[in-house]
């Protein structure tokens, strides 16, 4: 039995799965946290990885290895390759007046058609402008600029020089200087951020691709960004819109073409198989969650037979979840809102409904924004930590207006990466075939007014 091994360096943890290449059988797994914040210094990650793996057994026994990650964080090296200061993770959202001016210098079309998206503070761009704006002082000493799973990857390898560093179209069209429809970098866009182009940036490789090995002589993969690594582990096809409900809220498709929207709603990414991924992210999801259960004194079981006990609509009472600023729509600086407090909704039951209510018609915007740029929407696939919740599985048919489709609970980043590790062993010219996720579906009436009444307060927020 040949062993390959993907491994997903999320925001919150890193996970590694051992599976057999030809059946994706799992053979065995491990994980280690991250720890909190939106700046992380790049060693956590190894240490993490570490562990991960001897958690999951160690990787000695197999053939090819592959990491996906989480997008958009800002790693900066020096010419020796030390990590020049603590990494800028897509959640950090002081970037937000530079990606404000960069969209204001250039216009957001023109960003749109060169990138396939307009710039929020999510993108690595973004934060170099911030970087030289602030801390120019270390701008200065960097000589290499690479993303999170790009960083791991070298470091898996032991490779001396950053011009060895490699990444992959998915996570490299989440950067703002890299052009999916052209399959190469803008220097010009990276000029404009950092003021500078003698910057070495990772070779962006093809998904059967390998440059680099691990010590003991395994091709590594080019990996991936997360959430093409989980439209990858779920074997996604055009048609299939997953939502995504981690960290982040994820609403992505598999696409054919590209997509270049200038509202900047949908960012035009690529995928970990040589299409496209057009997505829409929200900064709030799992944590909306999370976060009223803390409010309500509950845990999150709780909170969903509360939410389930409640009326469609909360009686009016909504939460615009921007916890955290948001990112789409683009407002680092909001706040939170309880809209609707009357006495008879001043109840932990109602509170509990327009959470999940509040967190599934921001995603269902999404699904919408993606309509208008022409992608087909035929199945809508519901993942991630928030998944797990039984009042979000059977509410979000209500408030998205279509059956949803729940896989059995996985590692689909770090399947996806397996996956990808698998294919670079079959030298084949699809990516292998593994038994699908067991899924089920759940459908319920649409609840129109749900989304009605969201749109009516959705706007009425600080910042």
Known sequence: MTL????????????????????????????????????V????????????????????????????????????LDADGTVVRPALLWNDTRSGQAAADLNAELGPAAWAEATGSVLVASFTVTKLRWLAQHEPDLAARVAAVCLPHDWLTWRISGAAGIDT???????????GYWSGAASDYRTDLLERAMGRTDIVLPRVLQPTESALLTPRGAPLGAGCGDNAGAALGLGARPGDVVLSIGTSGVVSAVSATPTADTTGKVAGFADATGHFLPLVATINAARVLASTANLLGVDLDRLSDLALSAPS??????????????????RPNAKGALHGLTLATSDPAYVARAAVEGLLC?????????????????RVVLIGGGARSEAVRRIAPVV????????????YVADGAARQAAWILSGGAEAPVWDAATTELYDAEPDPAVRARYAEVRDLTEG
């Open 313 to 330: 609509g909360a009686g009016g009472l909504v939460l615009v979840p921007y916890l955290e600023g948001e990112r789409t729509p683009n």
């Open 362 to 378: 921001g995603l269902a915007d999404g699904i919408e924004a993606m309509i208008a740029q022409g992608v087909a929407v035929e």
């Open 41 to 76: 210094h790049p060693d956590h990650w190894w240490t993490a990885f570490e562990e991960a793996s001897a958690a999951a057994g160690g990787l000695d026994d197999v053939a090819a290895v592959s990491v996906g990650g989480q997008q958009h964080g800002m790693v900066t």
């Open 400 to 411: 998205l207006g279509r059956p949803v489709f729940v896989p059995e609970p996985g590692e």
């Open 4 to 39: 390959v091994a993907g491994v997903d360096s999320s925001t919150q943890s890193c996970k590694v799965v051992v599976r057999d290449a030809g059946s994706g059988r799992l053979v065995r797994s491990g994980s280690a946290r991250h720890p909190d914040g939106t700046e």
């Open 165 to 175: 560093l490699i990444t992959d179209r998915s996570d490299a069209s989440g950067t």
